[in-house]
């Protein structure tokens, strides 16, 4: 029992660290360089392993200490998934955690330190796998940023009004789409 909780502990703060260090990384993009990308890798990897820990000591404590009495192949089949997938759920669930940090996240930036400020589209970036960015320029304390979203409803040529985080310039939205995000959270 004690290595059972033991191995639990272990598990859930390799994927908790994972969980930290992954949000350091996204809400510093900006900085960039190779120790984001090593911490980057570090939280990969502790997610992936603090989760996978944790799934293959309990397959084998359920095989060990848990006996199915059936001689049915579908049955067996059923509960070997449905112990497949409660085994790998916690993976799943750091990958969602993260994905709903990221994404509060850049609404509360634009939400508490946005700026907005009009632009004008510089250029598109086409291609067969692009999205058909739309690329632009802004200063932010006497520095120049430069931004790239989707196109939305915008051409080159064209100005428009973006929002943008004080605190994370990165972090930019076109402010029409914000403000009608905004009214539908």
């Not at 112990?83 to 990958?95: E, G, H, R, S, W």
Request: glycine content about 8%.
């Amino acid at each position: 029992m004690k290595k059972l909780i033991t191995t639990i502990f272990l598990g859930l703060a390799l994927a908790l660290m994972g969980e930290i260090l992954a949000f350091y990384v996204y809400s510093n993009i900006d900085h960039g360089g190779i120790l984001n990308g090593l911490i980057g890798i570090t939280a990969f990897f502790s997610i992936f392993f603090g989760t996978i820990i944790i799934s293959i000591y309990h397959e084998e404590y359920i095989k060990k200490n848990v006996r199915f009495k059936t001689k049915s192949n579908y049955l067996n089949f059923l509960i070997g998934s449905t112990l497949f997938i409660i085994f790998k759920l916690p993976f799943v669930l750091a990958i969602m955690t993260f994905y709903h940090f990221t994404g509060n996240y850049h609404y509360n930036q634009l939400k508490q330190f946005g700026i907005v400020k009009t632009v004008f589209i510089e250029s598109e970036i086409t291609g067969k796998n692009s999205r058909h960015d739309m690329c632009f320029q802004f200063s932010h304390n006497g520095k120049l940023w430069e931004g790239m979203l989707d196109a939305w409803q915008y051409q080159v040529g064209d100005s428009a009004q973006i929002i943008y985080s004080s605190q994370n310039p990165n972090e930019t939205e076109w402010y029409i789409k914000y403000l009608e995000d905004k009214e539908n959270k």
